[in-house]
Each structure stands twice: as C-alpha cells, then as structure tokens.
Nanobody
C-alpha cells in the first residue's frame, strides 16, 4: 500500500504563515505529479497547485499564486506548500494528492493516491 501523510496544519492568525508537508511511503516504483487541494466547509474540493516530476508548477487559484509556494523533494518523496500572508478565506482542510503513483512495471499498475487531509484555520 502507498500512503500520503500530511503534516503542518494548524491555527494561525491572519497574515501568518504555515508550511504543509506531504510524504509518500510504501512500495512504489515512482511518484508522478504531486499536488495540494483544499476543501472549505460547505464547498467543493478545489485544486490549489501541482508540481510535476519535471518541476513544472501550476497554480489553479489566482488568489494564492503570489502567497503560496509549492516545491518537492525527490529524494524524500515529499511535496511542500509554503503558505504566507494567510487569510481567513484560506481556512480549509488541505489534501495532498499524487498521480500517477506507479506500483509496478510488470504488470503496469498505477493509481491515484490521496492523503487524509490536514486542517488549516486562519482566524484572529
């Protein structure tokens, strides 16, 4: 089994910063694109940003492009989300995602994996 384990969430005042981490563990051949999604109460899950194995970065939300930074450590199979100048509207559960995760070459077996989520609350 492959697991994505997130950490780094918590309560922060407006204007503060948090750094989320997500590490893949288990038996796999390679990790594909890694990304962060978030889901606020009563809203649908939305894509925040992704980073490909080649380091290509895409932000889905214009409102976070100049405040958030996504990066990854290939040696540690970890993706990070540095969040600065946090606002109350950033409050959500943040989920890590990876696809495809290659489990075996013969037979070719790949899957999408989600983390369990980490709560980020921005409040005074």
């Amino acid at each position: 089994q492959v697991q994505l384990v997130e950490s780094g969430g918590g309560l922060v005042h407006p204007g503060g910063s948090l750094r989320l981490s997500c590490t893949a563990s288990g038996r796999f051949v390679s990790i594909g694109t890694m990304g962060w999604y978030r889901q606020a109460p009563g809203k649908q899950r939305e894509l925040v940003a992704t980073i490909s194995p080649d380091g290509d970065i895409k932000f889905s939300l214009d409102g976070v492009r100049d405040r958030f930074t996504i990066s990854r450590s290939y040696a540690n199979n970890t993706v990070y989300l540095q969040m600065n100048s946090l606002k109350p509207e950033d409050t959500a559960v943040y989920y890590c995602n990876s696809q495809p995760v290659l489990l075996s070459i013969t037979p070719w077996t790949a899957m999408e994996v989600w983390g369990q989520g980490t709560q980020v609350t921005v409040s005074s």
